[in-house]
């Protein structure tokens, strides 16, 4: 586990049409953090009512690191309540649970027999567990796989991901090529080869110890954190030792890469000029990354705790999500048994 200072250099994406097929997944497995927030869920948001999409809470994934079918259930709710509360609109694209359209493990098997080992065993989030000295089970090694068929089983063509995610992506690019190859005519392929797509400016969004901010490293601030619990976090960001009357180089400091990504340019400018001239502390900043984070998700708080009084109807949209989505799933899953000549007796889904 590295504590080194993150890369946020990337290249810009390019948005690229309004007939893309967007497509992410975002696990259960937590609450959901400023990382998913910044590195995802606010572009799903964004993309969302002006293009195909589809976002799936992806339970199948999370059974890789959680056993506690309560906690499951909880954080899937979870996840639905967040999106909704931060503002996408049911009737513009689609939410789903992964385990509604269970296709995906279907497909997930025949890429695993294109997949390599080797391939996988190069894996970031395989490779990142066996660094820790955690065990890592059969299904964390086949994670890729299993993406890959959310993707391409809905023929996404751009994912909006964190950058964290960008070689899982390069894995699914890998096996729809080799899919298409191996079983499609030339002229005639399958699944279109997607793209991510990852904003330069967040790429990977540091946690409280500098290092990524992660669900599995305790070192995430929650997005519907707020009060007393929230300010101990952000009180609680690693910052160096440089004392309060000198100058400070907000370039290279946790608190002021968090402050980035919630100021306008012109509250930016002012903070970064105070690092500069020093008289200004850490914990200065770290009182106006707080008065941020409050004013961004002031609104998005009312409404989830609103939503979070009627799970029922949460669960509505989901359902309804995923019979739209196993449905387009459904489509895709027959031309690939055709292609590959699996033969079945039994009626498709619906
Ligand atoms: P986690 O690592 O917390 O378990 P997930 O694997 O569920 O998060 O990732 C959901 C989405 O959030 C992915 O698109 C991932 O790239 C993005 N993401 C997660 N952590 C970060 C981070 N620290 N910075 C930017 N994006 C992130």
């Known amino acids: 586990m590295s504590s080194e200072r993150i890369d946020t250099s990337m290249p810009s994406p390019v948005l690229r049409k309004s007939s893309d097929v967007i497509v992410s997944g975002i696990q259960p497995s937590g609450a ?4 998913n927030y910044f590195g995802a869920l606010r572009q799903h948001i964004q993309l969302h009512e002006t293009h195909e ?4 809470i992806v339970n199948y994934h999370t059974l890789t690191t959680l056993r506690d079918r309560d906690k499951l259930r909880r954080y899937t709710l979870d996840v639905a309540l967040d999106y909704l509360a931060l503002g996408f609109n049911p009737q513009a694209a689609y939410l789903f649970m992964q385990s509604d359209v269970p296709e995906v493990t279907e497909l997930a098997w025949i890429f695993s027999n ?4 080797s391939q996988l065993e190069k894996g970031v989030a ?5 660094a820790q000295g955690l065990p890592a089970n059969a299904g964390l090694f086949t994670y890729p796989v299993l993406q890959a068929a959310d993707i391409l089983i809905y023929g996404g063509t751009l994912v909006p991901v964190g950058a964290d995610q960008k070689q899982h992506i390069e894995m699914t690019r890998v096996l729809a090529e080799r899919f298409n190859r191996t079983y499609c005519p030339e002229d005639d392929p399958v699944f279109p080869v997607p793209e991510p797509y990852i904003l330069s400016d ?3 969004v540091p946690g409280l110890d500098g ?3 992660s669900k599995s490293y305790e070192n995430a601030i929650g997005i519907f954190e707020e009060g007393k619990v929230l300010k101990k976090k952000v009180m609680s960001i690693v910052t160096d030792s440089t004392p309060l009357e000198a100058p400070k180089d907000p370039e290279h400091d946790n608190v002021f890469t968090l402050i980035r990504l919630f100021a306008d340019s012109e509250t930016r400018e002012r903070i970064a000029e105070a ?3 020093g008289g200004f502390g850490y914990g200065h900043a770290k009182k106006e990354l707080l008065t941020l984070i409050d004013e961004h998700f002031a609104e998005a708080r009312i409404r989830r705790k609103e939503l979070a009084r009627h799970p029922d109807d949460v669960f509505d949209i989901l359902r309804e999500g995923g019979r739209k989505a196993r449905e387009r799933a459904g489509e ?5 048994r055709e292609h590959v000549g699996l033969i079945t007796t039994y009626e498709a889904a619906p």
């Open 126 to 130: 395989y490779k990142d567990k066996i």
């Open 332 to 336: 895709y899953m027959e031309r690939v």
């Open 275 to 277: 690092y500069r001239a």
């Open 32 to 35: 959901l953090h400023l990382g």
């Open 211 to 213: 290092r990524k901010m």
């Open 202 to 204: 967040v790429a990977v």
């Open 53 to 56: 999409a589809y976002y799936f």
């Open 114 to 117: 294109l997949a390599t080992v």
